[in-house]
Nanobody, 124 residues
Framework: QIQLVESGGGLVQAGGSLRLSCAASGRTFSSYAMGWFRQAPGKEREFVAAISWSGGTTYYADSVKGRFTISRDNAKNTVYLQMNSLKPEDTAVYYC?????????????????WGQGTQVTVSS
């Protein structure tokens, strides 16, 4: 079992950058694939990015590919989301999540553990 706490959200102008962090408690963090999801007001939760347990494989939604980078440091029990060239449409609450699955990591239903979320607001 792991517990997840996100940080790093905030208000940024369009074109700017933010780095989100997700700190995990528990000794089994390295066993989990990790994902980032987001939910904007009035919209459904959507997949943003995911990374395999080893960090060797990453996945991105088309809407963020080339702008966002997911990474992890298993020694620090932390996963990161570097967000560059931010757009107003990136505004949402961002959640990190942990999954024991190795495939279909874009599916939120495959994640067992979720953080409380961090707000990202991009002004135009």
């Amino acid at each position: 079992q792991i517990q997840l706490v996100e940080s790093g959200g905030g208000l940024v102008q369009a074109g700017g950058s933010l780095r989100l962090s997700c700190a995990a408690s528990g000794r089994t963090f390295s066993s989990y694939a990790m994902g980032w999801f987001r939910q904007a007001p009035g919209k459904e939760r959507e997949f943003v990015a995911a990374i395999s347990w080893s960090g060797g494989t990453t996945y991105y939604a088309d809407s963020v590919k080339g702008r966002f980078t997911i990474s992890r440091d298993n020694a620090k029990n932390t996963v990161y989301l570097q967000m560059n060239s931010l757009k107003p449409e990136d505004t949402a609450v961002y959640y990190c999540a942990g999954s024991l699955y190795v495939d279909y990591l874009h599916l939120g239903s495959l994640y067992d553990y979720w953080g409380q979320g961090t707000q990202v607001t991009v002004s135009s």
